[in-house]
């Protein structure tokens, strides 16, 4: 285990900064090592229920966890584990901010157990409230969502959860949640979490030939034209992978937001332009109209902070499609619509971090200008 990793301190993004991010060593383990894994799971769920009647069953998930579907006494839970050589213990913020975001109204699970001390076991885990409810990306691969209304509903949620603000920025401080029960980021600066591994980013995709030289070039300038917009009092709070899979419910309405293990203290219009990595203007319309019926108005310079964060997230998700190998992927990979393979997931790539950096150039309206 790298002790140098017990925060994120250095981390912009886990998925691409993390030591292990492309050397396939997660969920990379042996029939052996699986085998004790799910012996460990087993001991677990027995001092948690007080009995040794519980089975489990592996969810084969796409993400970076193991997930497990637990049966115990005709109950349903989920247990979730995370066993990376980083020994990162991010899993408690998760369930912290769970905590939070429930009691101010935002469907969530419950997680009922979480441990990422590594001192029981070797790896982390959550046992959390299973939610009978399929991803909204699974329903729009089968062109049933009721798109606008559920943007809508998210916008609603977004700016809910962006009432809860934190002295710092960034990812949050395992260290003081354990000693204080409060969160706070570990950057006294937003700027400088924003531009955290920005150039390793884009040398990145540079000698991976997904950028040319005076295309980096261009993106360092326009950021740094724009560094004024990331100056502000407090952090909110931010999903950080607010995408489809990362929600459950139904064709109509949200059911639960999951997935919180990328949360940071940062700029509320992160969440939002995140979003316009995946969707159309339209969508991001309804997104903003949501977010408009609960703050009463979008946040000042919204619009260039939006395209910053839109840049910021789209060199982010080149990286890690690229160093994923996801432009060589087909339809049945999460990221890619039924009908289209990996070409096209580059394609989109591409053009998203053209349209932030036109935007950002003007400051363009990010309706009319997105799609």
Request: a negative charge.
């Given at each position: 285990?790298n002790?140098?990793?017990?925060d994120?301190?250095a981390?912009?993004?886990w998925?691409?900064?993390r030591?292990?991010?492309?050397?396939g060593?997660n969920?990379?383990?042996?029939?052996q090592?699986i085998?004790?894994?799910e012996?460990?799971?087993?001991?677990?769920?027995?001092?948690y229920?007080?009995?040794?009647?519980?089975?489990?069953?592996?969810?084969?998930?796409?993400?970076?966890?193991?997930i497990?579907?637990?049966?115990?006494?005709?109950?349903?839970y989920?247990?979730?584990?995370?066993?990376g050589?980083?020994g990162?213990?991010?899993m408690?913020v998760?369930?912290?901010?769970?905590?939070?975001?429930?009691?101010?109204?935002?469907?969530?699970?419950?997680i009922?157990?979480?441990?990422?001390?590594?001192?029981?076991?070797s790896?982390?885990?959550?046992?959390m409230?299973?939610?009978n409810?399929?991803?909204?990306?699974s329903i729009?691969?089968?062109?049933?969502?009721?798109?606008?209304?559920?943007?809508?509903?998210l916008?609603?949620?977004?700016?809910?959860?962006?009432?809860i603000?934190f002295?710092g920025?960034?990812?949050?401080?395992?260290?003081?949640?354990?000693?204080?029960?409060?969160?706070e980021?570990?950057?006294?600066?937003?700027?400088?979490?924003?531009l955290?591994?920005?150039?390793?980013?884009?040398?990145?995709?540079?000698?991976n030939?997904?950028?040319?030289?005076?295309e980096?070039?261009?993106?360092?300038?326009?950021?740094?034209?724009?560094?004024k917009?990331?100056?502000?009092?407090?952090?909110?709070?931010v999903?950080k992978d607010i995408?489809?899979?990362?929600?459950?419910?139904?064709?109509?309405t949200?059911?639960?937001?999951?997935?919180?293990?990328d949360?940071?203290?940062?700029?509320?219009?992160?969440?939002?332009?995140?979003?316009?990595?995946?969707?159309?203007?339209e969508?991001?319309?309804?997104?903003?109209?949501?977010?408009k019926?609960v703050?009463?108005?979008?946040?000042?310079?919204?619009?260039?902070?939006?395209?910053?964060?839109?840049?910021r997230?789209?060199?982010?998700?080149?990286v890690?499609?690229?160093?994923?190998?996801?432009f060589?992927?087909?339809?049945?990979?999460f990221?890619?619509?039924t009908?289209?393979?990996?070409?096209?997931?580059?394609?989109?790539?591409?053009?998203?971090?053209?349209?932030?950096l036109?935007?950002?150039?003007?400051?363009k309206?990010?309706i009319?200008?997105?799609?």
């Amino acid at each position: 285990m790298n002790i140098n990793m017990i925060d994120r301190q250095a981390i912009y993004y886990w998925k691409c900064d993390r030591e292990s991010a492309f050397s396939g060593e997660n969920k990379n383990n042996t029939q052996q090592e699986i085998t004790e894994m799910e012996a460990s799971i087993y001991k677990i769920l027995e001092s948690y229920f007080g009995d040794n009647t519980s089975k489990i069953k592996t969810t084969n998930s796409q993400g970076n966890h193991f997930i497990y579907l637990v049966n115990h006494n005709g109950k349903k839970y989920f247990f979730r584990l995370e066993n990376g050589s980083e020994g990162d213990n991010y899993m408690e913020v998760e369930a912290n901010v769970l905590k939070r975001i429930k009691s101010i109204g935002i469907p969530a699970p419950i997680i009922f157990d979480v441990d990422s001390s590594r001192t029981k076991v070797s790896f982390s885990y959550q046992i959390m409230e299973f939610i009978n409810f399929p991803d909204l990306n699974s329903i729009q691969k089968k062109t049933k969502l009721n798109f606008n209304e559920i943007a809508r509903e998210l916008g609603e949620y977004m700016a809910k959860w962006q009432s809860i603000t934190f002295n710092g920025y960034g990812p949050f401080n395992v260290r003081t949640l354990r000693n204080t029960g409060e969160l706070e980021g570990l950057h006294k600066n937003y700027k400088d979490y924003f531009l955290l591994n920005l150039d390793k980013h884009l040398y990145f995709l540079l000698e991976n030939s997904f950028f040319k030289n005076d295309e980096v070039i261009y993106i360092k300038q326009a950021v740094k034209l724009n560094e004024k917009y990331l100056s502000f009092d407090k952090g909110c709070l931010v999903h950080k992978d607010i995408a489809l899979w990362n929600i459950l419910g139904t064709e109509d309405t949200i059911k639960a937001v999951i997935d919180w293990d990328d949360t940071i203290s940062g700029d509320p219009m992160d969440d939002i332009s995140i979003l316009a990595c995946f969707h159309s203007e339209e969508v991001i319309l309804n997104i903003l109209n949501g977010y408009k019926k609960v703050k009463g108005e979008l946040p000042e310079n919204y619009i260039p902070r939006f395209w910053l964060h839109l840049l910021r997230n789209m060199i982010v998700k080149a990286v890690i499609r690229v160093g994923g190998n996801y432009f060589d992927k087909k339809d049945d990979f999460f990221l890619i619509d039924t009908g289209l393979n990996g070409n096209s997931l580059e394609s989109v790539t591409k053009k998203k971090i053209q349209k932030a950096l036109e935007g950002l150039q003007y400051h363009k309206e990010i309706i009319n200008n997105l799609d």
